[in-house]
């Protein structure tokens, strides 16, 4: 067994194993490794690795720790391990073992206290996926254990129909570039954290306001929902898996409404408006990932697709 770092191994290698273990379901594209991995600020180089065995890559694992100087609040003692993956053929041989052994290690000397499988900035999954209880068991073997079951839901939107809104459509508008400070701020003010987090990089990024409904009260901002699609600047988490659909898969959240004025059908009324304008570029499937807000979207249309088991465990203490 040699184990090298991950960045002496070539992209498309790596897309190559992960396609072949678990592609059926995750479909990998290079141009989505390198935006999550390749180029992300937050992956920790030293236990970030790749096992070689025979000329080929057997085995990978992935570890973040947030590590950028942004104005935002993004837990520093937490550890993530994006991924690991080890071919079939070579598994119950302790390349699974040897991987997190280093990785672990690689955060803790860090500084890290609690790592979390998945749920890292520029994710691939919010947890393991359900359907593998045997990975889910492995790692309950070594300390990690089980939280909460996320959810990614799906609507096929093909029809092109249109939700009816509750409450008067002057609520609601696409933002602009000019209402990009406007967001940040309600963000940071509100919804401190990943999302106020995410929004900054996409103003880093040019972001011209088009993935973002706005809800408005009086002229002010009081409440968002993120909708990307095929032209969006980012692969965004819920069209990370677009060809699994034979049409133009558009995601809708994250979404969150001031706690202020809650109630009256504003929320769903944004998702509404997000879905409709997805549906006007059209989209012909629509994706919320990462939630636990299930019968909220039921009443949708929006039929559970994908779920996750989140797992963490505490280190270092």
């Known amino acids: 067994m040699t184990v090298v770092p991950l960045s002496e191994i070539h992209v498309s290698d790596i897309v190559r194993l992960w396609n072949e273990e678990i592609g059926d379901r995750f479909p990998m594209s290079i141009s989505l490794w390198n935006q999550n991995t390749t180029t992300e600020p937050n992956v920790l180089q030293e236990g970030s690795l790749a096992v070689v065995e025979g000329g080929k890559l057997r085995g990978i694992i992935i570890v973040k720790r947030y590590m950028e100087k942004l104005d935002v609040r993004m837990p520093e003692t937490v550890g993530w391990i994006q991924c690991m993956l080890v071919e079939k ?22 500084g890290v206290d609690e790592i979390r499988l998945g749920r890292d900035p520029r994710h691939y ?17 070594r300390g990690y254990v089980t939280g909460e079951v996320e959810t990614d839901l799906i609507k096929d939107v093909s029809g092109g129909e249109l939700y009816k809104l509750m409450n008067p459509s002057e609520h609601y508008r696409l933002l602009t ?21 995410e929004a900054v990089h996409y103003e880093m990024i040019g972001g011209t306001g088009r993935e973002f409904m706005g809800f408005f009260v009086d002229g002010e901002l009081k409440g968002f929902c993120r909708l990307n ?11 990370y898996w677009s ?5 133009e898969m558009g995601g809708i959240g994250p979404l969150g409404i001031d706690r202020k004025i809650r109630g009256n059908h504003f929320g769903i009324d944004l998702v509404k408006a997000a879905a409709n304008e997805l549906i006007s570029r059209g989209v012909t499937d629509i994706v919320i990932d990462w939630t636990q ?25």
């Open 177 to 197: 570039k000019k209402d990009i400070p406007l967001l940040l701020h309600f963000l940071e003010r509100v919804f401190p954290g990943r999302w106020h987090y």
């Open 125 to 141: 999954f919010p947890g393991i996926p359900l359907e593998d209880k045997a990975t889910i068991s492995w790692f309950e073997k």
């Open 293 to 317: 807000l299930i019968t909220f979207y039921e009443k949708l249309g929006f039929t559970t697709w994908k779920q996750y088991q989140s797992m963490a465990k505490k280190v270092g203490v």
């Open 89 to 110: 053929s070579f598994r119950n041989e302790g390349i699974g073992s040897e991987l997190l052994k280093k990785g672990e290690q690689a955060l803790i000397n860090a």
């Open 229 to 239: 699609d095929p032209q969006s600047p980012v692969i965004a988490q819920n069209v």
């Open 243 to 247: 060809a699994l659909c034979d049409g």
